[in-house]
Structures are given as C-alpha cells and as structure tokens.
C-alpha cells in the first residue's frame, strides 16, 4: 500500500469529477512504482550498511549532470518540436511518432545530431526549465522524463522517470515546476509534480483535448480541443473549480430556406493548436493579450431539414471553412464572432486541418497538414485567417511549429515526410532536411500513399474543400450530426472499427468499405476513385483507413463497477448485437428510426472506444453514455435501467 | 551515387584519396546515423506544375482539380494601422442647438421646379426639392428617402428629395415645408479631411430646419485618398466607442454581425447605386468586428480628388477593415487590410 502525500490541492477534487478523476489512483501507484525504478532507489533490504548520516534524499526527476540545455523557444504552446541551446548550438528536438523516436537537429547546419529511440509513439516535446525534456507517449499513456547524455546532444538522452497518465497524452505545460498533460482520448488533465511525476490533479476534460497554453501569470491553462468546438479554461490556482467552457463563435448556419439561422450557431472542429500573444497589458504588466485558436467552422446542415443532398445542406458556402478565433483571457471567451471565410470560393486553398500555432506581436504562423505549408496570419485582425500575409511551401505533413526566442526563425516538423523545415522570417527562404529512420524496417508506401491522401483537402476525387480527416481527425469523429440523403447522420469513428465490422453506412448497405466510401466521396462532391488506374490510389486509402489504431482506454476508476458492468451486458442482451463490444453485422429494428426513414432496421455498430465518441444513435440524440442508458423511450433496452445498472454499464462500456 | 569510370578498385582509391580530408571534416560536423538507424531518402522537390493525373480518365476530376490546382488563397499586400486616439472625434450637438449663440448645422437648400429657392412669393412651383449641403449623402424627408449626388453628372441617380407640388400656391408653399427632415452628407473638409454631418429636424412652415441633432466630424484621411475615418464616443445608452470608416459607394462583401453597414452597394437584384459607404466597428474592449468591400474605378472616379499619381486608378481594390480589442489590451487593433486585386 503506498500512502500517497499530495502537496496542493486534493487528489481527487471535486464529487462533481470524482467518477473520472478516480483513474489516477491506479496511475499514482504505476507512477511512483514507475519513478522509484528509474531512479534505481535502493529497497531497504538493499541499503548499504553504512552508518553515515542520512541526506535528503534527491528528487527522482532530477538532473544527474550538470544542466547541458536551455530553451531557446518562444514560450507558448508545446508540439512536436522544441528548440534548445546545448553550449554554443541551438538544436531542434523532434518527437518522431512513425519512428518512436526524439532527433536533434543543429538548426544552423540543418543537419542531424542524434537520435534517441522512445519506447512509445511521442506527441508533443517540451524543454523544461530545469534542463530536462518531457515527452508525452501516445499509445503508451505515459510521459517520460529524459536528460540529454552529453554535451552536443549527439547520444542518446536517458530516461530519468516517467508516469502513466489518462490514455493518449498529447501536449505538455510546465506551470510553477508542475507539468501539465493533456490526454486525448482520455479527455483529461493531469497536474504532475515535476520532481517526481507524482500525480497531484486530474480533471475530466471535454472530447479530445490537444494544446494546453498557459496565460503569463501561470494562473489558467487554456486547453484546445479536436472536437466540440470549446477552449477549456482551467484555473490552476484554485484545484476545486471546474474547467470553463470557452464556446468557440462559429458563425451563423444556413437554414433550410437558405437564410441565416440565428438559433443555431455552426460548430468548430479541428481544434489542434494554440499561440498567444504577451507583452504589456492595460495596466503596464506583463501579460497574455490574446490567445489563438485555429480551426474550423463547420456548418453541418439545418438541423431540421431533413435529407440533404450531400453531407451538410448549404449550397452557396463553405460547409467546412478556417477560422482563427482570439480568445479573451481575461474575460475568458471568444471575442472572434464571425466567419468571413464561409463566403469564400469553394476552391479556395484554406487550411483546414491547422495542427501547430507560434505567434509574437508581429505574426501569426499556422501549421497546415492539408496544405503542406505554413501560413502567415496578421494577429491584429479579428478573425486573423482573414488576413493571410504568405504560405511557405514544406515537406508534406507539418503538423509542429515552434519560434526561435529571437524571432527570426520558425521550425517546422512536417509528420508525414518526416523533415525538419527552418523558415527565415525576413527572407521567406526554407529549409529542410528530412530525419534519420530505423533501419531494417520494412515500410509499406500504400499506406504512406494512404495517410497523404486522408489529409488533404485538395484532391478533387475525394472533395472539394473537405478532407477525410475533416470528419475523422486522427480517424476518429468530428461529434457531428450532419444533414445527410438519409437525415441527419451522426459521424462514425473508423480508427479500430473498420475491420470485420461489415457491413458499412447506417442501414447496413454496402458490403464492403470501398462500396461504402464510393457514396462518400459523391456525398463530398469528389468525383470519386472509378478508373482503373486510380484503384491503387482508394486500395492506399482504404489500407491506411483501416490501419488508424484506436488508443487504449484508460483503466476503469471502478474495476469492480465495470466487471458488473459486463454481466449486466449480457443479461441485458447487449452482446446478442454487440458481439464482445462489436458487431453482428446486421441490422435490426431497435425503434430508432425517425418518420421517413428509409429503413426501420440499422446496422449495429462498432462499440470500440465508445466512450470517445459522442454523440449516440445514428441521428446523434444522445449527447452522453448516461443518456443514452438513462433514456425512458425504450430504444433498444426494452426495460429502462436502473440507476445504478445503468452506471456499472457505462462502466464497462468505457472499457471497450 | 554514380559510378566512376574505370576499375571499381580503382575508382574505390580515387574517391577515397578524394573524399578522404572531406569525409573526416564532415564527420565532424555531421555524425553519420548510429547503429540501427540510416538516412532518410531524400526529400522530394516540389512536384512541377503539369495537368492532374486524372486528367487522362476523367474529365470532371480533371477539371475540378485543375481549378483546385490553380485557385490562389486571398493574400494581403498591405496593412494600415489605425490608431483611435489619433483619429478625430465626432461632436454632436442636441441640447445646444437654440438660443444666442448657438450651435449651426450646415444649412439645407430648398428649391422649387424652376429651381428657385424659397421663399416663393407666387407659390412654389411642381415640385418642392430639399438637397443637403456636401458632394455625397442621403436625405429623408418625412417618409421618403434617397441618395444624394451633387456632381451634375451624377444627378441622375439622386438629387435631393422633392415633394410635387398640388395647389400649394395659396399659401405660397408653407404647407408643404412640414414634416421631419434628416440628411447625412460628405463634403471637403479643411487639408486632407472630409466634413461628415448627419443633421435630424423638423420643416415648420418655413425654409429654415430647425435642427434638433448635428453630428459632426473631420474624417481623417487613412489610405489612398479614398479611406477616412473618424471616432464615435461611447454613448450613455450604452453603445461602445466605435470607428467609422468613410468611403465611395463599394461594393460590400462579408460583414461581421457587430459591424454596422451604411450605403455601399449589395451586388443582388434590386441594389440601387449610393452615394458613400461607411463601415462601424466596436473598439471598445472585449469586441471584434470586420468588414469587407471591393470598389472599383468608376468609384473612385466619383469621389473626392485622389492624391496625384495615384496609381491603382483603374484596379479593382479588395480590402477589410478590422478592430478587435480583449480585456487585457490597452489600445484596440484597427487594421485596413488590402489583398492582392
């Protein structure tokens, strides 16, 4: 038993989030267990027998060398690379997640230096004030502490501790020796003690949280997130309070008779990435001026309109559309409430899949994964996406950015072709050089094929201004209801629901994914994949389509909740459909159906990763897991539930 | 690499008698990869331009891809910074506008179908026609409102409002000179500036407008001889402090939904040509609005005399105008912005 002393506020916060704060129990006693082995602590049967007199014992996290590197960045949001100065060289260190490694890169030859293996997929990188790196470890729900092994950065860092987190950390914030990790699937913040890992906080988050910024003072973190169309705002000062929701103004949406919908706003998406602006404020202090949030405005289609003719009705504007919103951080909203790029041509090359942010007083720069380049944005503007100044063109994939402390250069991490880009601000000149790889491996090229086509948003044959990973960023969902030719259609997840889940689309009518997406596609307005000669091109889509891991669920809070959970699954006669939390691959007449529907029957689907992907029903009616249990209209379990069936269900749900 | 000529032992030699001094210096500067990794191909360079794949098969891929090849983002060429403080501010005048000394709104002309001003002692005759003072403006009288041009050749599309006239004769037009009477007008200003006026008052049976409200600013000059500006004070109903932008009749495109839009021209059907443009933003704290606009050459051909040399006469001109101020800001961020024409 391991008795857990928390400095600041209590572990578990609030009765409010205690049902999903309580992961960290099990989390604390991975993290200690994790960190005392990596310091190689002596056990007490292993203590020498020398009688000297006891010393404080150092913190696990710490340096054991003399501090080999400062950051050389500007402070903001962290990515997928950081800048350092390791003696006279400034280095560029880039978490690698295809290679599961961190390269450092002198940014003045453009040339790499060293490579360290990682022993999981990294997400974001973040040179820390005491001269130690942090990484997140995606598909390993741990962040891991490591300290360079040299001088000039060329060996491997060394591990120095590490800490299981929420599933699928993402972004790191150092606050006051504290770090801060964002979980994306795990739809959490963690506060760890950055002396030992030790978990100090947790907060449920809203859908996949990304970016965590923190404001001047170090007093809130503001955490982006890929869906829902919110910046959550967590107050760091006070350890009871609950995230604050920052509703990201979309715009209005078209209604069914083509107007203007006043009462129902478009929805954002695609939130990546956040940047700030600090400098003096109206009182002469330092501090945050504005904080921005790239990514879409989405008008999904008039929610009462019925059947569309494509995904989303609106005819004369951009269904999906760039959008930059600056948030407030003093009053903590949005003062962005309009979206000038929903007028825009349909053909315009927007990004629309914005993953990185840097930005000073003088420029706004947005990684762009559609475009394969780096946008520059005049920061003044309300909208800054209104204003673009220049687009560098870079290796394709740039999903990282990060500014130099001087401002004169910003590197750029493109994920797909693996290249570190250096941008000089004043030329505009760029240049790249693409990371060391493991050798030995053998890589297939129809999925690199098929990662480059699901993210861009200029292939006519899948879309005109759309791309896959507009609906199913990381292959997940956008929680969107879209209107549809068949109603309104909740976006599925693909990522771990695509293989041996035939048949395909809510009724169940295609046998295959690739009948399925030839509808898609026609749905997006793409001309779709039908010569011959493009087979190999949809064959690369389809493969890397169905390679999109699903991230693991974070261990249940309620082992025992979620083992009753099961049984009630199957007394329910849940697994009758959801055969072991997936398919039978039929279709039933559950009721769900609306008036006019085609078919009463629908396809059972998938439950892998349900928790993460709300909303539920093939129209979307139930925001949560709860509702969706609790609801007293008899779809689908006959018998309403009781109270706590229904969570001990969820429970086990959430495992899945 | 390509091979060297010769023996393969000896092209081996050459090259590492050649590259040996190199290779060391490089290996220096360069570690080469550690063991289980190796370099990456290299990157590949952008591709040329050249027709889509599916150009070959498709001819609706070809050419939705061909537009989506060749369709170039908005792109900014230039940006004015305004600062509010430095702008002039807008005086009204309500409370001061009677007794001695008191307060003179630019005066309206009031003229018969002959042209005549009042008085008439034989009663006007046809039409009774008020014409604000300035080059561009508007003027309601009573229900009815229209644009106003001074140039003769612009008369066409709005020249005052006028009133027919139906046996007014007797009492020598009084009857007619009733009702509310408001105009709003754009005139040179002292230098560079453009007087702004918006005047609201009542006709009583006599030429004179009794004025109950005048508003007044010196519009300074911000980009081109086309764009001025002047400051709204915030009101005690409420309302922000605000920018107003003046400009020629342009062509509006997308306004935020806290932007206020007067004049300009909606390119739809039944638009009617105005007489100016003027665009409000909020600046004060925790707003942000924007506002779009076009205008083109016969636009600015109306307009006040441009700057000599001025050389985009005959190009179309993009450009929004921008504020946005948060809390933690000391000054508000108004931007003109042009884009590439």
Same mark, same amino acid.
């Given at each position: 038993?391991?008795?857990?002393?928390?400095?600041?506020?209590?572990?578990i916060?609030?009765?409010?989030?205690?049902?999903?704060?309580?992961f960290?129990?099990?989390?604390a006693a991975?993290?200690?267990?994790?960190?005392?082995?990596?310091?190689?602590?002596?056990?007490?049967?292993?203590?020498?027998?020398?009688?000297?007199?006891?010393?404080?014992?150092?913190?696990?996290?710490?340096?054991?060398?003399?501090?080999?590197?400062?950051?050389?960045?500007?402070?903001?949001?962290s990515?997928?690379?950081?800048?350092?100065?390791?003696?006279?060289r400034r280095?560029?260190?880039i978490?690698?997640?295809?290679?599961?490694?961190?390269?450092?890169?002198?940014?003045?030859?453009?040339?790499?230096?060293?490579?360290?293996?990682?022993?999981?997929?990294p997400?974001?990188?973040?040179?820390?004030?005491?001269? $130690?790196v942090?990484?997140?470890?995606?598909?390993?729900?741990?962040?891991?502490?490591?300290?360079?092994?040299?001088?000039?950065?060329?060996?491997?860092?060394?591990?120095r501790?590490?800490?299981?987190?929420?599933?699928?950390?993402?972004?790191?914030?150092?606050?006051?020796?504290?770090?801060?990790?964002?979980?994306?699937?795990?739809?959490?913040?963690t506060?760890?003690?950055?002396?030992?890992?030790?978990?100090?906080r947790?907060?449920?988050?809203? /859908?996949e949280?990304? !970016?965590?910024?923190?404001?001047?003072?170090g007093a809130t973190a503001?955490v982006t997130?890929?869906?829902?169309?919110?910046?959550?705002a967590?107050?760091?000062?006070d350890?009871?309070?609950?995230?604050?929701?920052?509703h990201l103004q979309?715009?209005?949406r078209?209604n069914?008779?083509?107007?203007?919908?006043?009462?129902h706003?478009?929805?954002?998406?695609?939130?990546?990435?956040?940047?700030s602006?600090?400098?003096?404020?109206?009182?002469?202090?330092?501090?945050?001026?504005?904080?921005?949030?790239?990514?879409t405005s989405?008008?999904?289609?008039?929610?009462?309109? +019925?059947?569309?003719?494509?995904?989303?009705g609106?005819?004369?504007?951009?269904p999906?559309t760039?959008?930059?919103?600056?948030?407030?951080?003093?009053?903590?909203?949005?003062?962005?409430?309009?979206?000038?790029?929903?007028?825009?041509?349909?053909?315009?090359?927007?990004? $629309?899949?914005?993953?990185?942010?840097v930005?000073?007083?003088?420029?706004?720069?947005?990684a762009c994964?559609?475009?394969?380049?780096?946008?520059?944005?005049d920061?003044?503007?309300?909208?800054p996406?209104v204003?673009?100044?220049?687009?560098?063109a870079?290796?394709?994939g740039?999903?990282?950015?990060?500014?130099?402390?001087?401002?004169?250069q910003i590197?750029?991490?493109?994920?797909?072709?693996?290249?570190?880009?250096?941008?000089?601000r004043?030329s505009?000149?760029?240049a790249?050089v693409?990371l060391?790889?493991r050798?030995g491996?053998?890589?297939?090229?129809?999925?690199d094929?098929?990662?480059?086509?699901?993210?861009?948003?200029?292939?006519?044959?899948?879309?005109v201004?759309?791309?896959?990973a507009?609906?199913?960023?990381?292959?997940?969902?956008?929680?969107?209801?879209?209107?549809?030719?068949?109603?309104? /259609?909740?976006?599925?997840?693909?990522?771990?629901? $695509?293989?041996?889940?035939?048949?395909?689309?809510w009724?169940g009518?295609?046998?295959t994914?690739?009948?399925h997406?030839?509808?898609?596609?026609?749905?997006? +307005?793409?001309?779709?994949f039908?010569?011959p !000669?493009?087979?190999?091109?949809?064959d690369?889509?389809?493969a890397y389509?169905?390679?999109?891991p699903?991230?693991?669920?974070?261990p249940p809070?309620?082992?025992?909740?979620?083992? /009753?959970g099961?049984? !009630?699954?199957?007394?329910?006669?849940?697994?009758?459909?959801?055969r072991d939390?997936?398919?039978d +691959?039929?279709?039933?007449?559950?009721?769900?159906?609306?008036?006019?529907?085609r078919? +009463?029957?629908?396809?059972?689907?998938?439950? !892998?990763?349900?928790?993460?992907?709300?909303?539920?029903?093939?129209?979307?009616?139930?925001?949560t897991?709860?509702?969706?249990?609790?609801a007293?209209?008899?779809k689908?379990?006959?018998?309403?539930?009781?109270g706590?069936?229904?969570?001990?269900?969820?429970?086990?749900l959430?495992?899945? | 690499?390509?091979?060297?000529?010769g023996?393969p032992?000896?092209a081996?030699?050459?090259?590492a008698?050649l590259?040996?001094?190199?290779?060391?210096?490089a290996?220096?500067?360069?570690p080469a990869p550690?063991?289980?990794w190796?370099?990456?191909?290299?990157?590949a360079?952008p591709a040329?331009?050249?027709?889509p794949?599916c150009?070959?098969?498709?001819?609706d891929?070809?050419q939705?891809?061909?537009?989506?090849n060749?369709?170039?983002?908005?792109?900014?060429?230039?940006?004015?910074?305004?600062?509010?403080?430095?702008l002039?501010?807008?005086?009204?005048?309500e409370?001061d @506008?009677?007794?001695?000394?008191h307060a003179?709104?630019?005066?309206?002309?009031?003229?018969?179908? @002959?042209?005549?001003p009042a008085?008439?002692?034989?009663?006007?005759s046809?039409?009774?026609?008020?014409t604000?003072?300035?080059?561009?403006?508007?003027?309601?009288?009573?229900?009815f409102?229209?644009?106003?041009?001074a140039?003769?050749?612009?008369r066409?599309?709005?020249y005052g409002?006028?009133?027919?006239?139906y =046996?007014?004769a007797?009492?020598?037009?009084?009857?007619? @000179?009733?009702?509310?009477v408001?105009f709003?007008?754009?005139?040179q200003?002292q230098?560079?500036? @453009?007087?702004?006026?918006?005047?609201r008052?009542d006709?009583e049976?006599?030429?004179?407008?009794?004025?109950r409200?005048?508003?007044?600013a010196?519009?300074?000059p911000?980009?081109g001889?086309?764009?001025?500006?002047?400051?709204e004070?915030?009101?005690?109903?409420?309302?922000?402090?605000r920018?107003v932008?003046?400009?020629?009749e342009a062509?509006?495109?997308?306004e935020?939904r806290d932007?206020?839009?007067?004049?300009?021209?909606?390119?739809s059907?039944?638009s009617?040509?105005?007489?100016?443009?003027?665009?409000?933003?909020?600046v004060?704290?925790?707003?942000?609005?924007l506002?779009?606009?076009?205008?083109?050459?016969?636009?600015?051909?109306?307009w006040?005399?441009l700057p000599?040399g001025?050389?985009?006469?005959?190009?179309?001109?993009?450009?929004?105008?921008?504020?946005?101020?948060?809390l933690?800001?000391?000054?508000?961020?108004?931007?003109?912005?042009?884009?590439? =024409?």
């Amino acid at each position: 038993m391991i008795h857990l002393e928390l400095r600041g506020p209590p572990l578990i916060a609030t009765s409010r989030s205690f049902r999903s704060l309580s992961f960290l129990a099990p989390l604390a006693a991975l993290s200690i267990a994790g960190c005392a082995s990596d310091a190689r602590r002596p056990s007490p049967e292993e203590a020498p027998a020398d009688p000297s007199p006891p010393i404080a014992a150092a913190p696990i996290c710490a340096p054991r060398s003399p501090r080999r590197l400062e950051r050389a960045a500007v402070v903001g949001a962290s990515s997928a690379v950081d800048l350092v100065r390791a003696g006279d060289r400034r280095v560029a260190l880039i978490a690698d997640g295809d290679e599961r490694a961190l390269h450092a890169v002198d940014v003045e030859t453009m040339r790499e230096i060293g490579v360290t293996p990682l022993p999981g997929r990294p997400g974001h990188v973040l040179a820390l004030e005491n001269g $130690l790196v942090a990484v997140a470890l995606r598909d390993t729900a741990t962040v891991v502490i490591l300290e360079p092994g040299d001088e000039e950065l060329q060996k491997p860092f060394e591990e120095r501790c590490s800490a299981r987190v929420a599933s699928e950390p993402w972004a790191v914030a150092e606050a006051g020796g504290d770090l801060l990790v964002t979980s994306g699937f795990g739809a959490a913040l963690t506060v760890l003690r950055g002396s030992d890992l030790l978990p100090l906080r947790a907060l449920p988050l809203p /859908r996949e949280p990304r !970016a965590v910024i923190l404001d001047a003072a170090g007093a809130t973190a503001f955490v982006t997130h890929a869906v829902g169309g919110v910046v959550s705002a967590i107050d760091l000062k006070d350890g009871g309070m609950a995230p604050e929701a920052i509703h990201l103004q979309a715009g209005r949406r078209i209604n069914a008779h083509g107007g203007a919908d006043d009462e129902h706003p478009r929805e954002a998406s695609q939130g990546y990435a956040l940047a700030s602006i600090v400098g003096p404020g109206v009182d002469g202090e330092r501090e945050t001026l504005r904080i921005f949030a790239p990514h879409t405005s989405v008008d999904p289609g008039a929610p009462d309109h +019925g059947a569309s003719v494509g995904y989303g009705g609106a005819v004369d504007i951009r269904p999906v559309t760039e959008l930059v919103s600056v948030i407030d951080p003093r009053r903590r909203r949005s003062i962005t409430n309009h979206v000038a790029g929903a007028f825009r041509d349909r053909f315009a090359p927007e990004c $629309l899949l914005p993953r990185g942010a840097v930005a000073d007083e003088g420029a706004l720069f947005v990684a762009c994964l559609d475009l394969d380049a780096v946008i520059e944005l005049d920061p003044s503007v309300g909208d800054p996406s209104v204003a673009e100044r220049r687009r560098f063109a870079l290796p394709a994939g740039p999903s990282a950015l990060s500014l130099d402390a001087s401002g004169k250069q910003i590197f750029a991490f493109s994920e797909i072709d693996r290249a570190l880009s250096r941008i000089d601000r004043d030329s505009g000149d760029v240049a790249s050089v693409a990371l060391w790889r493991r050798s030995g491996q053998e890589r297939d090229a129809r999925l690199d094929r098929g990662r480059r086509l699901f993210v861009t948003s200029r292939d006519a044959r899948i879309s005109v201004g759309r791309a896959c990973a507009s609906c199913h960023p990381e292959g997940r969902d956008d929680g969107l209801v879209w209107s549809s030719p068949d109603g309104a /259609r909740q976006t599925p997840m693909l990522a771990g629901r $695509l293989s041996g889940t035939a048949p395909y689309g809510w009724f169940g009518e295609n046998a295959t994914v690739r009948d399925h997406v030839r509808k898609t596609f026609a749905r997006l +307005g793409g001309t779709g994949f039908n010569a011959p !000669a493009q087979q190999a091109d949809l064959d690369a889509l389809l493969a890397y389509a169905a390679s999109i891991p699903l991230p693991e669920a974070s261990p249940p809070p309620d082992p025992a909740a979620a083992e /009753r959970g099961r049984v !009630a699954f199957a007394s329910n006669g849940c697994d009758g459909c959801h055969r072991d939390g997936s398919t039978d +691959g039929l279709a039933h007449d559950v009721g769900s159906g609306v008036k006019g529907e085609r078919h +009463g029957a629908f396809d059972t689907p998938s439950l !892998a990763g349900v928790r993460a992907s709300a909303p539920y029903f093939h129209d979307g009616r139930y925001r949560t897991l709860g509702e969706l249990l609790g609801a007293r209209d008899a779809k689908m379990i006959p018998d309403p539930l009781s109270g706590p069936d229904a969570r001990d269900l969820e429970a086990y749900l959430e495992t899945l | 690499m390509s091979r060297l000529p010769g023996s393969p032992t000896i092209a081996l030699a050459a090259l590492a008698l050649l590259a040996g001094p190199l290779a060391r210096e490089a290996r220096a500067e360069e570690p080469a990869p550690p063991a289980g990794w190796e370099e990456a191909p290299p990157l590949a360079s952008p591709a040329p331009s050249r027709l889509p794949a599916c150009c070959g098969f498709d001819r609706d891929c070809c050419q939705r891809q061909v537009t989506l090849n060749q369709t170039r983002p908005d792109r900014v060429v230039r940006v004015v910074e305004v600062r509010v403080e430095d702008l002039p501010e807008l005086v009204v005048h309500e409370a001061d @506008l009677t007794g001695p000394g008191h307060a003179v709104p630019p005066p309206v002309r009031i003229v018969d179908g @002959l042209g005549r001003p009042a008085p008439w002692p034989d009663g006007p005759s046809a039409e009774v026609r008020i014409t604000p003072p300035g080059r561009f403006g508007e003027v309601r009288w009573g229900d009815f409102w229209t644009p106003f041009f001074a140039d003769a050749d612009m008369r066409s599309l709005g020249y005052g409002m006028a009133h027919f006239v139906y =046996g007014h004769a007797e009492d020598r037009g009084r009857s007619i @000179l009733r009702g509310a009477v408001e105009f709003f007008t754009i005139g040179q200003g002292q230098g560079d500036t @453009l007087a702004v006026d918006f005047v609201r008052g009542d006709l009583e049976g006599t030429p004179e407008l009794q004025a109950r409200r005048w508003a007044h600013a010196d519009a300074a000059p911000i980009s081109g001889g086309f764009i001025h500006a002047y400051r709204e004070p915030g009101s005690a109903s409420g309302d922000g402090e605000r920018v107003v932008f003046v400009l020629p009749e342009a062509i509006l495109g997308f306004e935020a939904r806290d932007a206020k839009v007067n004049g300009g021209f909606i390119p739809s059907r039944f638009s009617r040509t105005e007489a100016y443009t003027t665009l409000t933003l909020p600046v004060d704290p925790g707003r942000s609005g924007l506002a779009s606009f076009r205008l083109f050459g016969f636009q600015l051909r109306r307009w006040f005399p441009l700057p000599d040399g001025f050389p985009e006469y005959d190009r179309r001109i993009e450009a929004t105008v921008s504020a946005s101020r948060t809390l933690a800001e000391a000054e508000p961020r108004v931007r003109v912005v042009f884009f590439e =024409g």
